[in-house]
């Protein structure tokens, strides 16, 4: 059984460009959580995705964007980067429709902008 | 403001010593409170969780509390080992009908030889 799985592992953009990053939630679970985590930092909740809607959204700007597939799967996309866009994000995925708020994390994206 | 705070910041421990962190919140309406590991560079690993009813929970050498009441937690490590170096998180979920969680920002633990 498949854990929760991220791609790309790292990344190296450069000011203004854009994004996707993708995950893919444990077997059997139907909702998918976005998190950025600066370096020393806690991670902080960018998004959830649930039956292909956006749920519930953190302090970020228009600029962090998602969308949910019909399998599960996610994006996150992030459009004219910042510098302060760095970091690792998060997916976590868990299983909303049985109640189960318990979250899985993948190990995450490293995203560096230069 | 719900809010999750974590001391101390960063803890440095002799590999085989026990050691404490805590974890107070001030989140409403509380749903329950996860205990995480994370490795440097990797995604979070649940270690524990308690609801509002419960007390203590343990997971081998880890033991966390919960006092509702006063809203804290703790998460004891017993007999520390060199892989228990890492990052861990304080997680409260709100109780709001939706899955709206609120992080702490960790506590850096090194443990030495």
């Known amino acids: 059984d498949a854990g929760v799985t991220q791609s790309p592992t790292h990344l190296i953009k450069t000011r203004g460009q854009q994004v996707t990053l993708r995950c893919s939630p444990k077997s059997g679970h139907d909702t998918v959580s976005w998190y950025q985590q600066a370096l020393g930092q806690g991670p902080q909740f960018i998004f959830q995705?649930?039956?292909?809607?956006?749920?519930q959204r953190g302090n970020f700007p228009d600029r962090f964007s998602g969308h949910q597939f019909p399998n599960y799967s996610s994006e996150l996309n992030v459009n004219a980067l910042l510098l302060g866009d760095s970091a690792l994000y998060l997916c976590?995925?868990?299983?909303?429709?049985?109640?189960?708020?318990?979250?899985?994390f993948g190990q995450g994206t490293r995203l560096t902008v230069v | 403001k719900n809010q999750v705070e974590q001391s101390p910041q960063s803890l440095i421990i002799l590999e085989g010593k026990n050691c404490t962190l805590q974890c107070n919140y001030t989140v409403s309406p509380f749903s329950n409170l996860r205990w995480y590991k994370q490795d440097t560079g990797r995604g979070p690993v649940s270690l524990t969780i308690m609801t509002f009813s419960e007390n203590t929970k343990s997971n081998g050498r880890y033991t966390a509390t919960l006092d509702a009441d006063t809203k804290q937690s703790s998460l004891h490590i017993t007999a520390s080992q060199l892989s228990d170096s890492a990052s861990y998180i304080c997680v409260v979920s709100l109780n709001t009908g939706g899955f709206k969680t609120i992080f702490g920002a960790g506590t850096r633990l090194f443990v030495k030889a």
């Open positions: 995705y649930y039956e292909e809607e956006e749920r």
């Open positions: 976590a995925s868990s299983d909303r429709g049985r109640g189960n708020t318990e979250a899985f």
